[in-house]
């Protein structure tokens, strides 16, 4: 006789925010990309942050359990702080090249949406305990503990 395989159920508001970390990360990579392909970087033939970025999509997209979104956040912070510490922040501002300033317009703001939407992933995963899982222990009129499930 085969079982059928234990289902997880996700709500629906985890599920979009998941989609969401990896969309924005997805679309921090592209940005990455834009700005090596306007020559406004100085990074490795491999670069470790647009590496890292493409993992935490792959890793947030396909592992399955509640701390697989922490890897947005921690692209996303690694990312953003490393464009600021080598001095790309002014990518921001200077248009000049065109594709150097949109590749930074399509990153920034998308590392911190993946930032926000993966720490909001595994808050709210976490947060959201089946009542069936939880416990509750009450004292009866003589004091004598009960247990409700």
């Given amino acids: 006789m085969m079982r059928e395989p234990h289902r ?15 969309v924005a990360l997805l679309l921090a990579a592209v940005g990455f990309v834009t700005q090596m392909v306007a020559g406004v970087t100085d990074t490795p033939t491999i670069p ?4 890292l970025i493409l993992a935490a999509a792959l890793l ?3 592992v399955p359990g ?3 979104p922490i890897a947005g956040p921690v692209a996303g912070v690694f990312n953003v702080v490393a464009f600021v510490v080598v001095g790309a922040a002014d990518r921001l ?4 090249p ?5 590749g930074a317009w399509t990153m920034v703001p998308a590392l911190v949406v993946a930032a926000v939407a993966g720490t909001a992933t595994v808050v709210r995963s976490h947060s959201d305990t089946s009542a069936a899982d ?9 004091g004598h503990p009960e247990s409700h499930t």
């Fill in 134 to 142: 939880v416990e509750v222990r009450t004292d009866d009129a003589a």
């Fill in 48 to 51: 470790p942050g647009l590496v």
């Fill in 66 to 68: 509640r701390w697989a």
């Fill in 60 to 62: 947030v997209a396909s």
């Fill in 8 to 22: 997880v159920r996700v709500p629906r508001t985890l599920l979009h925010a998941r989609q969401l970390t990896v």
């Fill in 98 to 102: 065109p594709a150097g300033f949109v």
């Fill in 93 to 96: 501002v200077d248009p000049n």
